[in-house]
């Protein structure tokens, strides 16, 4: 018997339901695998679709995703921020961070929400039973992930969060947006903005060391944020976190880790973010039941 007999995969009828997720381009995104696998896994009458909706075609998207009864979507680059004008109603930590990545059919309703926090923190309180407070966090980058990384950090209890970038202007925007932001309160004092020339000052003292940048990402594998001479200076038993989940590990995980740091790739992130998406929208169908993370992590190391 050949796998195909084994497994015929889902079965699509006229009752299933539909998720999925927009993006432009959104050909490379990994979100159909690992749900499909999950919801057959259940066996749940649902499928997961990749979406490639051009910025100017998204409001009518969601207007046609509501005629159609979608259940709930994710949202990838570029429409992270775009898509806040078009739902109804923000959760308080996607209305803290700015950018949505998962929205859930309520009613009549689009609901925004994130669990890009939910999915950076994950690995950390899984693998690390840290005081948190007692640590200091070094971000690279200063893009829409960078901003859920910060806000990670923050719950996490971290005190002091250094981030820098390559863009002056920019990053004077993120520090304002974050003035600006509902979790205000929360972070005075503990982020501090950085030019990316102060980097290898500021490695000494980093006890977690996170790249949300694109560097070293595939095609570009021979890249890292940082260079093997400034990872020198990294504390033993620092994390080194590179949000990048192709290569994987990326060379600044490799440098790091000959250095002694722990490393975490961004594999178990999009994991996490994906399971915690899939139980928002289930527990939206009254269907509660346990994510099969596991299914979802075997699906992408063997892809
Ligand atoms: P983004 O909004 O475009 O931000 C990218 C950031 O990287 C910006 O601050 C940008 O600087 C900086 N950057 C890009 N190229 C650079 C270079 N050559 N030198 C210095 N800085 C550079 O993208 P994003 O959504 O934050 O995503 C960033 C990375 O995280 C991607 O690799 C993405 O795949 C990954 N990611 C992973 C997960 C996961 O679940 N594992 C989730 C989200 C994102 P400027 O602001 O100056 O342009």
Request: charged residues 15%; aromatic residues 6%; contains cysteine.
């Amino acid at each position: 018997m050949n796998d195909q007999q084994h497994d015929p995969g889902p079965r699509i009828t006229g009752k299933t339901k539909i998720m999925g997720v927009i993006g432009y381009p959104v050909e490379h995104s990994l979100s159909p695998l690992m749900h499909n696998a999950a919801l057959h896994h259940l066996g749940l009458d649902y499928v997961y679709l990749p979406f490639p909706i051009a910025p100017d075609n998204l409001e009518r998207a969601i207007a046609c995703f509501a005629s159609i009864g979608v259940v709930g979507f994710n949202v990838t680059i570029p429409h992270k921020q775009a898509i806040i004008p078009l739902l109804h109603e923000l959760s308080p930590i996607a209305q803290a961070i700015g950018a949505v990545n998962t929205v859930i059919r309520v009613g009549e309703k689009w609901v925004g929400t994130n669990t890009d926090v939910a999915g950076f923190i994950a690995p950390l309180q899984n693998t690390y039973n840290q005081n948190w407070h007692e640590n200091k966090a070094l971000v690279i980058g200063n893009g829409g992930a960078a901003r859920a990384v910060v806000a990670g950090c923050i719950q996490l209890g971290m005190t002091e969060i250094h981030l820098v970038g390559r863009n002056i202007e920019k990053l004077k925007q993120f520090e304002q947006s974050w003035i600006d932001s509902t979790l205000a309160d929360k972070f005075t004092n503990k982020l501090k903005i950085h030019s990316w020339e102060k980097l290898p000052q500021l490695i000494p003292q980093s006890n977690l060391l996170v790249n949300t940048t694109p560097i070293g990402m595939y095609p570009n594998i021979d890249e890292s944020p940082v260079t093997e001479n400034q990872l020198h200076q990294l504390p033993s038993h620092a994390i080194a976190y590179d949000l990048i989940y192709n290569p994987k590990p990326t060379r600044f995980l490799q440098l790091a880790q000959a250095q002694g740091a722990i490393a975490l790739d961004g594999l178990e992130m999009l994991v996490q973010q994906g399971a915690a998406a899939l139980k928002l929208w289930l527990q939206q169908e009254n269907i509660n039941v346990e994510i099969p993370i596991a299914k979802m992590q075997q699906v992408l190391t063997s892809s």
